[in-house]
């Protein structure tokens, strides 16, 4: 990661400008509600930590961007299987060029990585949500979707389901992608490596926004993302664990979590057809051949 690098005092303050927050509880129907509790509780901070702010002793963070860098923070423990949530509200007005991520990321060579990537925009236009699945070293599973809200009006919650059968991607309550284990059809799930928690906010305008032709006007700066929630629900696991002791006794192992249901298969079909900007298994110029997984997805 990169180093820590110390700013001036002046970009501190312009970092601690908004005190207001709108709060909307709005939970996944399926998995277990969370219960949200203060960030220090589960995470501390990656890198830059004088550009995140804490309010209200840590219920509300905001990561801060500036030409100087942006930050980062990440889960105190690493999980195996669990569902892992965020409240986050995305930074606003002229976000081109910025991204902010929320992730699971295994430490080991064979990476497992479970991700979201949300690209700014220019004022009133519209974010797009980036997902992708890594396993076993393995990734180039993109998908792009617009949302069906604003994100940076209110707080939203972005989660993961991860157990041995499926990896579900809810926006809300709403499932917008699964990648199911594929274990048969010689695709790679991850299943033994440890995962941390990572959020972070950063400056991408070579690639983000239009496909680098945006570029983050700094004139803008600070940008901020802020977030809540915090609630870790998973089987912690030393990082080189290969397996979790309560593994098949919790709440997601259980039969309702092994497979999503009629109505959130219509609700993922929605967001299909209503929303998807990119989908790597409709992309035959990459893949002459649809990669395995794709139907079982119900991805096409
Ligand atoms: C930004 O807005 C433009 C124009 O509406 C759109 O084409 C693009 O997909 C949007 N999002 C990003 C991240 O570029």
Do not use: N, W
């Given at each position: 990661m990169?180093?820590?690098?110390?700013?001036?005092?002046?970009s501190i303050a312009v970092c601690l400008i908004s005190l207001s927050f709108v709060s909307v509880a709005v939970m996944a129907a399926t998995p277990r509600r969370a219960i949200d509790v203060p960030f220090q509780k589960n995470y501390v901070p990656t890198w830059a930590f004088d550009h995140?702010?804490?309010f209200n002793g840590g219920d509300e963070?905001?990561?801060c961007l500036d030409k100087s860098t942006g930050t980062g923070f990440q889960s105190r423990g690493s999980y195996l299987f669990g569902h892992f949530s965020m409240h986050i509200k995305m930074v606003p007005g002229d976000s081109a060029g910025t991204v902010t991520a929320?992730?699971?990321s295994s430490q080991n060579s064979e990476h497992d990585e479970i991700d979201f990537e949300f690209l700014g925009n220019r004022t009133d236009q519209p974010y797009i949500l980036q997902t992708n699945v890594f396993?076993?070293?393995?990734?180039d599973r993109e998908q792009r979707i617009y949302l069906w809200f604003d994100p940076t009006k209110d707080y939203h919650s972005y989660s993961v389901l991860w157990n041995m059968h499926q990896i579900v991607f809810f926006v809300d309550d709403v499932p917008i992608r699964v990648f199911k284990n594929s274990k048969d059809l010689g695709v790679k799930y991850p299943f033994n490596q440890p995962m941390k928690i990572y959020s972070s906010l950063w400056n991408a305008d070579d690639w983000a926004t239009r496909g680098g032709l945006e570029k983050t006007d700094w004139s803008r700066a600070p940008f901020v993302a802020?977030?809540?929630?915090?609630?870790?629900?998973?089987?912690?696991?030393?990082?080189?664990?290969?397996?979790?002791?309560?593994?098949?006794?919790q709440w997601w192992d259980q039969k309702e979590f092994q497979d999503l249901d009629g109505p959130q298969y219509r609700r993922l079909q929605w967001v299909r057809q209503k929303y998807t900007i990119y989908n790597y298994c409709a992309d035959q110029s990459r893949y002459p051949t649809?990669?395995?997984e794709c139907h079982r997805d119900r991805d096409v």
């Open positions: 990169a180093s820590l690098v110390s700013s001036s005092s002046s995140i702010s804490y963070v905001q990561l929320f992730y699971l396993s076993g070293g393995k990734g802020s977030y809540r929630g915090f609630h870790i629900d998973g089987c912690e696991a030393s990082a080189d664990a290969k397996f979790c002791a309560t593994q098949g006794m649809m990669p395995p």
